[in-house]
């Protein structure tokens, strides 16, 4: 095409390449023929002398890596891939298939730390090795990152690889496998003991009171993160999950209580989120705090009303408040950093404690009974055993 044009193009090294020019190009480029696909790419030089020695310095590389077989006979790049696997994944996302929050997350880690790195690569030669020599990569620049943290890289990873699978840019998906030399550890997830949680509730009123003399434009936002709050830890739902809920969704019931009174809940339908859809049976708390943003939005009409519970995820505040308050970090050891994924963490926990069995818990978070025994029941302990000190002789501590 480049003779077809009026266009130079130089046989080097007895013809195994060469180097040609192209239309709205002032660079020479270089390429070759093999196994039928003709691979180019540009030299970056103006000058014939200059291009000649990029080339041949290219070629060279190029043949080193067929001979390795690290050579990949397509041009696209992980980067490529990535970008139409975002595309795809956020399609989804509005389809109601996958969660909003998931993809959010995925875009920021493949943007802040996988793509600075497998950026350039050839999609086709990302194996199980890459992966380790990313790992090597990543622990030397955060020799403390924890295990949770690369999974969610490689989670990032693997999207990007799936869709280039499905696509056909790729004949084979590769498996990773990871090995550790220390076993895995089930981490506590961090929650708010009762005084705790009062203390939270204390601290955002008292924030929402001085932003009326200081702030007053700022008190609807204050309001709706104290009923974001009061909501989470009586339902249970994940940020995600809560983020999706319509007025539309919610429907309040009543039932009566251990003590026979007779007390609103709300059922919450079409839940969407990281497990699919679903359905959650609140506690009590979470009718009042309904009932105030209805008031506070003016819905007239719940039942038909499409419009999202809550306007905005007030985060910075909401870390604000936990700073304010010094519940910003557990007591435990060591000190875990609490966010609004805490709040779920405080319904299971409230739950367990107040003797609900783990299947319904799990059935209602739409989470396995497994997760809550070992991210919750574990490590409460004593705790969650009333009976434990029961005998049956007269002896009791043991003492004599």
Request: with cysteine.
């Amino acid at each position: 095409m480049a003779d077809a044009a009026g266009l130079a193009k130089i046989d080097l090294m007895n013809g195994r390449f060469h180097i040609f020019q192209r239309l709205n190009s002032s660079y020479w480029w270089v390429g070759f023929h093999h196994k039928g696909k003709y691979i180019r790419e540009s030299t970056k030089e103006k000058s014939q002398a200059a291009a000649e020695v990029a080339a041949e310095s290219w070629f060279l590389k190029k043949q080193i890596e067929i001979q390795s077989g690290q050579f990949a006979g397509s041009t696209k790049t992980f980067a490529s891939a990535a970008k139409g696997a975002l595309k795809a994944y956020k399609e989804a996302v509005d389809r109601g298939h996958r969660s909003e929050e998931t993809y959010k997350g995925i875009e920021i880690i493949l943007k802040s730390r996988v793509l600075p790195y497998f950026g350039r690569l050839p999609v086709e030669t990302i194996s199980n090795q890459t992966w380790f020599e990313f790992k090597e990569y990543i622990y030397n620049l955060y020799p403390q990152i924890r295990r949770t943290t690369l999974h969610q890289y490689k989670n990032a990873v693997r999207v990007v690889l799936n869709h280039a699978y499905q696509r056909g840019t790729i004949k084979i998906l590769p498996v990773f496998k990871d090995s550790y030399t220390t076993s895995k550890v089930e981490s506590p997830r961090p929650w708010f003991s009762f005084s705790e949680y009062y203390k939270l509730l204390a601290g955002i009123r008292r924030h929402i009171e001085s932003l009326k003399e200081i702030k007053p434009r700022w008190v609807e936002a204050a309001e709706e993160l104290y009923d974001y709050v009061i909501f989470g830890v009586n339902t249970g739902m994940r940020v995600s999950e809560i983020s999706n809920v319509r007025f539309c969704d919610v429907e309040i019931k009543s039932e009566k209580d251990n003590d026979g009174k007779k007390k609103d809940f709300l059922i919450i339908r079409n839940i969407k989120g990281k497990r699919g859809s679903g359905t959650c049976k609140s506690y009590y708390g979470a009718s009042s705090a309904f009932h105030r943003i209805c008031s506070r939005r003016k819905i007239k009409s719940a039942k038909t009303s499409t419009a999202k519970l809550f306007v905005a995820h007030h985060r910075d505040l909401f870390n604000t408040i936990l700073a304010e308050t010094n519940l910003k970090f557990s007591s435990g050891q060591p000190p875990a950093k609490r966010d609004f994924i805490s709040l779920r963490a405080t319904y299971i926990c409230f739950r367990l404690l107040a003797g609900v069995d783990p299947y319904e818990i799990a059935t209602n978070c739409r989470t396995s009974v497994q997760m809550i025994r070992d991210h919750y029941a574990r490590h409460l302990g004593g705790e969650l055993m009333p009976n434990i000190n029961r005998s049956g002789s007269q002896i009791e501590g043991w003492d004599r």
